[in-house]
């Protein structure tokens, strides 16, 4: 049986670029090229059913943070909605005379004792260098229920329990909030105390490793048909009402689903085994 030739092996794009060649020659087989994939679609099949079991009520929207200053964005933005099993969910409701005409509404069923069932995440681009700082939180509540959960940190569910147990739903509630009105969490209402939070304080902290990262920012559902327009994050607290809605919106863009990206691998790993046996 005579051994596998070689010859040389014409560069990719990535190594016209500069990247690292992991060999300097092309084997050839007759085994099928779509066995040295099948372990990696099989991979990309399970990201798949997982994806589509681990999130419900996705929009796949990304903030971009266009001044260093502040993010400031409408509460129909968020990225996607979740909640376990059949819980109901955060949605877009339609709102004349609302910013963009649109609210966030929290699910008609009370929250059930805060455990972390029925989010709505917002995913924020980081940008600028100056961007590092403590943030302030501020809501616009046009009606519907007074509380929600607020998180302690970016990238970190509201929580009330293991740390509270038994769930005690109105343990690190942010309550009271007037509407149709702004409010500035640590100021308005009655909310944790200032240990609940990462920042030891009623703010959230960029750091300067965070520019250039996509941080999520998750909120809670409390009471039933809460509803908000519009939320900001701003290195200034105690701003008026006039001054939040004198602030230009963050951009928000489309982001590929991890489903999208899954299958648009598959498609990529097809094209390489074709490519191989046409070789």
């Not at 993010?71 to 963009?100: C, H, K, M, Q």
């Not at 989010?119 to 509380?147: K, M």
């Not at 602030?247 to 999208?260: A, C, D, K, M, R």
Request: a negative charge.
């Amino acid at each position: 049986m005579n051994p596998p030739t070689t010859e040389p092996c014409s560069p990719s794009k990535s190594q016209r670029m500069g990247q690292p060649i992991a060999a300097a020659t092309r084997r050839h087989s007759s085994k099928s090229p779509l066995f040295t994939i099948a372990p990696a679609l099989l991979g990309i099949a399970v990201a798949i059913q997982s994806v589509a079991h681990a999130d419900t009520n996705n929009q796949n929207l990304l903030i971009v943070q266009d001044n260093p200053d502040y993010i400031y964005f409408e509460g129909e933005s968020f990225d996607r909605a979740t909640a376990p099993g059949a819980n109901p969910l955060w949605t877009v409701n339609d709102s004349p005379g609302s910013s963009g005409g649109k609210t966030l509404l929290a699910p008609l069923p009370n929250d059930t004792g805060g455990l972390n069932d029925s989010l709505a995440i917002f995913r924020v681009q980081i940008s600028g260098a100056t961007a590092p700082g403590d943030y302030s939180f501020y809501a616009f509540r046009t009606g519907g229920g007074d509380s929600v959960f607020a998180p302690p940190s970016f990238n970190a569910d509201p929580f009330q329990s293991p740390a509270f147990p038994g769930a005690n739903n109105s343990v690190n509630r942010w309550n009271g909030l007037a509407a149709p009105s702004w409010n500035q969490l640590g100021v308005n209402g009655d909310f944790p105390a200032t240990g609940y939070f990462a920042t030891n304080a009623y703010t959230y902290r960029v750091a300067p490793g965070d520019v250039g990262t996509v941080l999520e920012f998750r909120l809670e559902a409390r009471e039933a048909s809460a509803e908000y327009d519009r939320f900001a994050l701003h290195k200034t607290s105690n701003l008026t009402g006039a001054q939040l809605d004198a602030l230009t919106l963050s951009t928000v863009v489309p982001e590929p689903s991890t489903g999208i990206l899954a299958i648009s691998g598959v498609v990529a790993l097809l094209g390489v085994a074709r490519r191989r046996r046409d070789t």
